[in-house]
């Protein structure tokens, strides 16, 4: 027997909302990366569970692709996070306030 | 013989070329470009004279286009450039180049014998004027006589402030040069409108715009013309011959745009002569010949025409008769001359006008190198009451000076008697048959006449009769033969120059020995002058759908006589009041009304007063408005972006997770509204 496709959506909501909720509280900004990870997740959950409901393989074949960017982004952003460091001695993304007004 | 016709290019040409010849060489040239200048006028006058030959004796008119600029491929309009040589063309052709001619001799005693300096500028600039005068004059159309008749308006403007060390002759330049100005802004927009109306502007051929308006108004119409601003036809050919008017008036100094031209008297004397007789005051009257089977169409553009010259002619001469200045009194006579012009052109007295434009050309330049000859014998000194005594010290200036004196008081039997009897005949003539206003212009044409004959005499009188009242009259500085030469032609000219057409005596004479007549009428060419002829204009003027002027069959002996004991009246009381060996300032006694004519009637203040009382404030007004009202809204826009940015960029705070929440809360926001829309609630 196979759970009913309205609890995976629970969850990948649940899921998005805890990235979303560590996207706009957290200071660090490697809670951020993983944070967006997160919300990244969730989509994928949300692939794989209507790739089951319908029975086709595209979804899964599109959940691949976002675990790809996934682990492309988390390269970017721990290069992202790596210069502010250098550059602000921190890695609290409230600090890194320059580009503004 | 070789067809003189295929250099008629050469005779504005030459002078072309001999401007350039001393705009680049004439430091090194002998004389400083004087005999060059010399050399091509007098090459103009010999070829001008075998035109005039070959036309009298039986020659075509010569009717060319030279280029087009813009070819209007049988539609639209065309640009073109073109000679017309006909009988009238040919005539002042000879009067421009002969005195031309003769004010360059005169320029080598007046210019280069005092020692002058810049004589290369004033031989290069007389050469110019006289290729632009030449070239307006044989313009087959109305655009290229207007882009020669602004060449000649920059010409004067170099000459008159010749001497632009001084004060007076570079505010006088000015003041010739935008003065005109204001005239031929309205010339232009007559130019344009004869385009948009007709698509041409051709003074000849068969498709002229002159022969275009005819057909349009005859009976039965066959024409084709374009009128604006919902006018009739002939109303809308009045407006645009009033358009044109504007720059003849300006141009020919008519009133109220006379007030440049007595000013302009701060030039130097030749360029005076040059000036006043054949070049920039003679363009405007000879555009109105060159046009007039157009304006034969409308009596009012007549009626105005004939007015506004009759007037001039009077108030011109009220002012002369008490300048104290030698130079200023010749050139209140010259504004009074054209206004006769005008007078005859507006009163249908076509052969009337050119005979006294040919007349006045002769003896008014005489005058003026007679004026020249005694400025320099005086050391430049114009104020009559320190002359006195000339006669016996300069014979040949006295003699030849009197005859041009003579000839402008109308007394017979001198050039301007004939000319100026027949300008006050033929207007008469079609005044009697019921035109008020040709009448009133003739009593403003008679009462000049008296004046006249005053003013004149009263000059010589002072210049030349009774004892010197200074010095330097007493002994006068001698002149050479290059100044004596030129007075003597003119002189004889002036005295024989009536010959041309003594209509007078018509009656004892026949009809056939008027030869300026025959010669307008196209008698004397073999074929036919068409549209261009005198008899034609006749026919036209004469028409009902025209200016419908009827012709009251008179003898001319009695206006004439009318006409010459009016001017012996004035010569009399000139020569009564100032024979005294010291004459008394008679004019004096006028008291207030001497300093109202001294002033010009205070026209100079009231056109000073026009534009800095009225232009500049209203200028001033609209630039506040431009100021406040207009950039006002646009720095308004500016500035409300401006603030609105200045408050809105605060929201780039730099702070990542703002971003991050404003994304989220667009995103939510972009669902709700979808989600409403849709209607998913």
Redesign the interface.
């Known amino acids: 027997m196979t759970a009913p496709l309205e609890w995976y959506l629970v969850l990948s909501a649940g899921v998005f909302c805890a990235g979303?909720f560590g996207?706009?509280?957290?200071?660090s900004a490697l809670h951020?990366v993983m944070a967006v990870e997160l919300m990244l997740n969730a989509a994928n959950i949300n692939l794989v569970a209507f790739s089951l409901e319908h029975g086709n393989l595209t979804g899964q074949v599109f959940a691949l692709f976002g675990i790809a960017l996934a682990a492309a982004e988390v390269a970017i952003g721990i290069g992202i996070i790596l210069v502010l460091n250098r550059n602000f001695d921190d890695i609290d993304?409230?600090e890194?306030?320059?580009?503004?007004? | 013989m070789v067809d003189v016709f295929n250099v008629v290019e050469a005779i504005a040409l030459v002078p072309l070329v001999s401007f350039l010849l001393v705009l680049a060489l004439g430091n090194r040239m002998p004389k400083k470009g004087a005999l060059s200048g010399i050399a091509a006028t007098g090459f103009s006058l010999a070829i001008s004279l075998l035109v005039v030959l070959d036309l009298a004796t039986g020659g075509e008119v010569y009717h060319e286009e030279l280029f087009t600029f813009v070819a209007g491929d049988g539609a639209g309009v065309e640009l073109s450039f073109g000679l017309l040589v006909d009988p009238l063309a040919a005539l002042m052709l000879t009067i421009v180049s002969l005195i031309s001619f003769l004010v360059h001799i005169f320029s080598l005693g007046y210019m280069n014998d005092e020692g002058e300096i810049g004589l290369r500028r004033y031989y290069a600039s007389l050469s110019l004027f006289t290729f632009s005068m030449l070239a307006f004059v044989y313009s087959d159309n109305l655009l290229m006589a207007f882009m020669f008749f602004e060449l000649v308006g920059l010409c004067s403007f170099l000459l008159i402030g010749f001497w632009f060390r001084e004060a007076g002759p570079p505010s006088a330049a000015k003041k010739a040069f935008l003065v005109t100005r204001f005239g031929d802004y309205f010339f232009l927009v007559g130019v344009v409108a004869v385009f948009a109306t007709f698509g041409t502007t051709a003074f000849a051929g068969d498709h002229s715009f002159i022969v275009e308006a005819t057909h349009v108004l005859e009976p039965d119409a066959t024409g084709e013309m374009n009128t604006f601003l919902g006018l009739g036809e002939q109303a809308w050919i009045t407006v645009v011959g009033l358009l044109v008017l504007g720059g003849v008036m300006g141009k020919s100094a008519q009133f109220p745009l006379h007030t440049w031209l007595p000013d302009a008297m701060e030039g130097p004397t030749p360029v005076s002569a040059l000036i006043h007789a054949a070049t920039m005051v003679a363009a405007g009257v000879y555009l109105v010949m060159r046009m007039y089977g157009f304006y034969a169409l409308s009596p009012t553009a007549l009626g105005v025409i004939a007015l506004v010259g009759g007037f001039t002619a009077f108030f011109a001469a009220t002012m002369a008769l008490v300048k104290q200045e030698l130079k200023q009194v010749l050139a209140y006579s010259t504004v009074s001359q054209y206004g006769y012009m005008m007078l005859a052109l507006g009163g249908g007295g076509y052969v009337g006008a050119v005979f006294h434009l040919t007349t006045h050309a002769i003896f008014k330049a005489l005058l003026f190198l007679g004026a020249g000859a005694v400025i320099i014998a005086m050391h430049h000194n114009e104020n009559m009451w320190d002359m006195g005594g000339l006669k016996s010290r300069m014979p040949v200036t006295y003699w030849t000076f009197l005859f041009g004196s003579l000839a402008l008081a109308g007394i017979f039997p001198f050039a301007g008697f004939w000319s100026k009897d027949e300008v006050l005949f033929e207007t008469l003539q079609h005044a009697l048959s019921g035109e008020p206003l040709l009448l009133v212009g003739y009593a403003f044409g008679l009462l000049a006449v008296v004046m006249t004959a005053f003013y004149t005499f009263r000059m010589v009188y002072l210049t030349f009769h009774g004892e010197p009242r200074t010095d330097t009259a007493a002994s006068p500085e001698p002149i050479g033969w290059s100044m004596k030469f030129p007075l003597v032609v003119l002189g004889a000219l002036s005295v024989v120059g009536g010959v041309l057409n003594m209509g007078v005596l018509k009656d004892f004479i026949g009809s056939e020995n008027l030869f300026l007549k025959k010669w307008l009428e196209g008698k004397t060419i073999s074929g036919e002058l068409g549209p261009l002829s005198a008899e034609e204009y006749h026919h036209i003027l004469e028409s009902d759908f025209a200016a419908g002027y009827e012709v009251t069959e008179l003898s001319p002996l009695g206006p004439g006589a009318l006409a010459l004991v009016l001017g012996l009246v004035g010569l009399g009381a000139a020569v009564a009041l100032y024979r005294a060996p010291e004459p008394t300032p008679h004019m004096t006694k006028l008291g207030r009304i001497r300093t109202l004519l001294m002033n010009n009637y205070y026209l100079d203040e009231f056109q000073v007063w026009l534009a800095t009382g009225v232009t500049a404030p209203l200028a001033r007004a609209a630039n506040k408005f431009d100021q406040s009202g207009i950039d006002g809204v646009v720095n308004g826009a500016g500035s409300v972006s401006m603030f609105t940015g200045e408050r809105f960029?605060?929201i780039?705070?730099?702070?990542?997770?703002n971003y991050?929440?404003l994304l989220?809360l667009g995103l939510v926001l972009l669902l709700l509204v979808f989600g409403f829309l849709g209607g998913w609630f």
């Open positions: 979303l996207v706009l509280v957290r200071q951020f993304v409230t890194a306030v320059t580009m503004r007004w | 960029r605060r780039q705070t730099g702070i990542v997770t991050a929440a989220s």
